[in-house]
C-alpha cells in the first residue's frame, strides 16, 4: 500500500477539444518516484469516427521539451483502425453518455526523468479529456502542498 502522503501529483493538460492533429501535455517531473500512474479521463463525446482519439501515447524525455521525448513502447494506443505504429492497448470508443478512463501505470526507474501524454485525432475535433499524473514511491517523502504539487493538503484522521 502506498501512503498518500507519498505521493506527488501533475495535472498534465486539459482541453474541452482538440482540433486535428495533436495535443500534447505538459511533463511529469519523475526525480526521487518510482512509479507513475497516469489517468487519462475521455469525457462524453458523439461516436462518429471523425471525434474519436486515433493514437493515445506517453513519452519519456531527459528535459522538458516534449519535442526531444522518445516513445514508450508499451505505452502507445491506438483505435482498432489506425494503420500507424503498432500499439500496445485499444483505445476505449469515447460515448455520448459515459466518461471512460485510460490508467497507464510506468515503473519510472529505468526511464528518463520527463513522461508526457500525446493524444491525436484524425478529423474534426476529440473532446474533452484531462489527465493527472500521480507519483508514489518517493525516495523522500514530500511534505506540504508546494512538496506534492497541489494547492491544499488536508490530512484527516
Same mark, same amino acid.
Given at each position: 500500500m502506498v501512503p498518500l502522503q507519498n505521493t506527488k501529483l501533475y495535472a498534465m493538460g486539459h482541453a474541452v477539444n482538440t482540433a486535428a492533429n495533436e495535443f500534447t501535455s505538459v511533463y511529469a517531473d519523475c526525480l526521487g518516484f518510482d512509479i507513475a500512474d497516469i489517468a487519462i479521463v475521455l469525457g462524453t463525446q458523439a461516436t462518429t469516427s471523425g471525434n474519436q482519439l486515433d493514437v493515445l501515447k506517453v513519452t519519456e524525455g531527459s528535459n522538458t521539451y516534449s519535442s526531444n521525448s522518445i516513445d514508450i513502447t508499451a505505452a502507445i494506443g491506438s483505435t482498432a483502425g489506425h494503420s500507424g505504429t503498432a500499439t500496445s492497448f485499444q483505445i476505449p470508443t469515447m460515448d455520448s453518455d459515459v466518461a471512460q478512463?485510460?490508467?497507464?501505470?510506468?515503473?519510472?526507474?529505468?526511464?528518463?526523468?520527463?513522461?508526457?501524454?500525446?493524444?491525436?485525432?484524425?478529423? $474534426?475535433? @476529440?473532446?474533452?479529456?484531462?489527465?493527472?499524473?500521480?507519483?508514489?514511491?518517493?525516495?523522500?517523502?514530500?511534505?506540504? $502542498?508546494?512538496?506534492?504539487?497541489? @494547492?491544499?493538503?488536508?490530512?484527516?484522521?
Open positions: 478512463i485510460v490508467k497507464i501505470h510506468i515503473d519510472t526507474r529505468t526511464r528518463k526523468r520527463y513522461l508526457f501524454v500525446t493524444i491525436s485525432n484524425p478529423g $474534426a475535433e @476529440a473532446g474533452p479529456f484531462s489527465m493527472i499524473a500521480s507519483l508514489s514511491r518517493a525516495e523522500e517523502a514530500p511534505v506540504g $502542498a508546494s512538496a506534492q504539487n497541489v @494547492a491544499v493538503v488536508k490530512n484527516i484522521t
